[in-house]
């Protein structure tokens, strides 16, 4: 089992910039995909992106495709999502998550969920 706490979140202008950190306890975290999802007020969950057990592949949902970048850090037991160019479409609570079999972009293949951090983009 792994526990996962998300951090970083924030109010920004449009255009600037937030790096969210999903830092992981419990069994070793390099056995485990992350995805990274957000919501925003009256809308289902949607997938941002992921990353693989080694970060050698990634993928992102076409809406933040060459603004945002995952990336994961095995020994600190953390992974990272690097927010460029933000807009306020952006708005939303952020959450990692992962699970040990492969990386999805669908929240119902992750089993272990971060609570979730608020991003506010002003216009």
């Known amino acids: 089992q792994v526990h996962l706490v998300e951090s970083g979140g924030g109010l920004v202008q449009a255009g600037g910039s937030l790096r969210l950190s999903c830092t992981a306890s419990g069994r070793t975290f390099s056995s485990y995909v992350v995805g990274w999802f957000r919501q925003a007020p009256g809308k289902e969950r949607e997938f941002v992106g992921h990353v693989d057990w080694n970060a050698d592949y990634t993928d992102y949902a076409d809406s933040v495709k060459g603004r945002f970048t995952i990336s994961r850090d095995n020994a600190k037991k953390m992974a990272y999502l690097e927010m460029n160019s933000l807009k306020p479409e952006d708005t939303a609570v952020y959450y990692c998550?992962?699970?040990?079999?492969?990386?999805?972009?669908?929240?119902?293949?992750?089993?272990?969920w971060g609570q979730g951090t608020q991003v506010t983009v002003s216009s």
């Open positions: 998550a992962a699970n040990l079999r492969s990386v999805s972009r669908t929240n119902t293949a992750y089993d272990y």
